[in-house]
Nanobody
């Protein structure tokens, strides 16, 4: 069973910073991509940043230049460094990964449980 566990959320003032972490564990054969999405109350989940293996990161325009996604392949962990945070960044942030487990030959999509990020003005 594959599991994604996020950490690093919290409360921060505008202009501050946070670093989110997401570790994938379980019977993992290959990870094609890892990324971050967020969902504010009453709004749809939206892409924040994604990182496919062997490619450059992709960012939402709203976070470009402020957020940085990175990945430690050996640890199967993805990070999101969030700088210059704004109140509009407030949301539940979800880790996402496309993973092929040993028990399957297909890439499956997995989600973390979410971590709350609150940015006060």
């Amino acid at each position: 069973q594959v599991q994604l566990v996020e950490s690093g959320g919290g409360l921060v003032e505008a202009g501050g910073f946070l670093r989110l972490s997401c570790a994938a564990s379980g019977s993992i054969f290959r990870t094609r991509s890892m990324g971050w999405y967020r969902q504010a109350p009453g709004k749809q989940r939206e892409l924040v940043a994604t990182l496919f293996s062997g490619q450059m990161p992709n960012y939402a325009d709203s976070v470009k230049g402020r957020f940085t996604i990175s990945r430690d392949n050996a640890k199967n962990t993805v990070y999101l460094q969030m700088n210059s945070l704004k109140p509009e960044d407030t949301a539940v942030y979800y880790c996402n990964a496309e993973i092929t487990p040993y028990a399957d030959f297909r890439y499956n999509i997995y989600w973390g449980q979410g971590t709350q990020v609150t940015v006060s003005s």
